[in-house]
């Protein structure tokens, strides 16, 4: 299943072949701020590669990359020792989480700046705390509006049962230019997202297609999987009022390797790029004066 979802084919890349085989790969952890060894036992790259100082994996390191990305200049690549503890403390971001490297290195550095949370139990409200952990339903949080500067979701939004509800709320309490940078399993051979269960009449999941978990630190059982993304998912953040970014990355000097480096931006824009019209860049439509025509020589000939 994980290979249809996430293509693994370690003879892609030499170096990906070249580090599964030795087991290991010198580089540097965007998340520890280490130079380190990252240990590689598995061809899933995405859930692999582990850093031997700080045991982050690869899915990790993909958030913090593009997360580093926005903070350090907007949207262009991060600086090559760029770190986790580079951020300004001043940033706010919500973390959907309260394990783990990425969680406990963004904690540590940003303080009260940083909110962990977890989705513990549904009769619970969002906001309250149980055995000392904030429990938020990303479908409708307490967080006040524009608050936020960055929300990081690893492989949540597919557990979610409406996750454009999600997406919407998440889009409420951005601040103008804050992103909610996420991971979630992503489709390469369709175009639709997959809806594989619902939530039935009395509350409980109404299975679509077989049932599927994931390991869930809270929940022995796992966290079942309500959607499987597509480029559909690209659509419904323009929709939602976002602009939209699919980023694909490798970077093995990071231990980011394989060919399932996707990370997904939803950013929170005034003026969004693709309003922008790319035909007659800067027109003005319709025209102040509706009988005065519009030139042909404005805008490119198809």
């Known amino acids: 299943m994980i290979r249809d979802i996430w293509p693994v084919d370690p003879e892609v890349r030499p170096l990906d072949k070249m580090a599964l085989r030795s087991g290991h790969l010198p580089g540097y952890c965007n998340i520890c701020g280490r130079l380190t060894v990252f240990t590689v036992s598995d061809p899933n790259f995405r859930e692999n590669v582990n850093c031997r100082n700080c045991r982050s994996m690869n899915r990790q390191r993909q958030l ?4 580093l990305s926005y903070v350090s200049n907007g949207a262009s690549r991060a600086p090559r020792f760029a770190k986790v503890s580079d951020i300004p403390r001043e940033t706010v971001v919500w973390t959907t989480e309260t394990t ?3 969680h406990d290195k963004l904690s540590q550095h940003l303080g009260e700046n940083c909110i962990s949370t977890e989705f513990l139990d549904p009769s619970l409200t969002s906001g309250e705390t149980r055995d000392g952990i904030l429990h938020v339903d990303m479908q409708q949080t307490h967080f006040e509006d524009n608050s936020l500067d960055f929300i990081l979701s ?3 939004m597919e557990h979610i049962p409406s996750p454009m509800k999600a997406l919407t709320e ?3 309490v951005l601040k103008p230019g804050g992103c909610h940078i996420f991971t979630a399993p992503f489709y390469h051979h369709r175009f639709k ?3 594989r269960a619902v939530v ?3 509350g409980e999941p109404e299975h679509l297609r077989r ?3 994931h390991a869930d630190p809270m929940r022995a059982e796992g966290a079942l999987v309500f959607t499987v993304f597509a480029p559909e998912l690209l659509c419904q953040l323009e929709e939602t009022g976002f602009e939209a970014r699919l980023c694909v990355l490798y970077s093995p000097w990071h231990g980011i390797l394989g060919n399932n480096g996707i990370v997904i931006v939803a950013r929170k824009m005034i003026k969004p790029n693709y309003v922008d019209d790319l035909i007659f860049p800067g027109d003005t439509w319709p025209p102040a004066d509706p009988a005065t025509p519009t030139p042909m020589s404005q805008g490119p000939r198809s």
């Open 100 to 102: 783990r490297a990425l």
């Open 154 to 156: 690893s492989d949540v």
């Open 170 to 172: 998440t889009y409420r």
């Open 200 to 202: 039935g009449d009395k």
């Open 211 to 213: 049932p599927w978990y």
């Open 64 to 67: 913090a990359a593009v997360l």
């Open 193 to 195: 997202n997959e809806q």
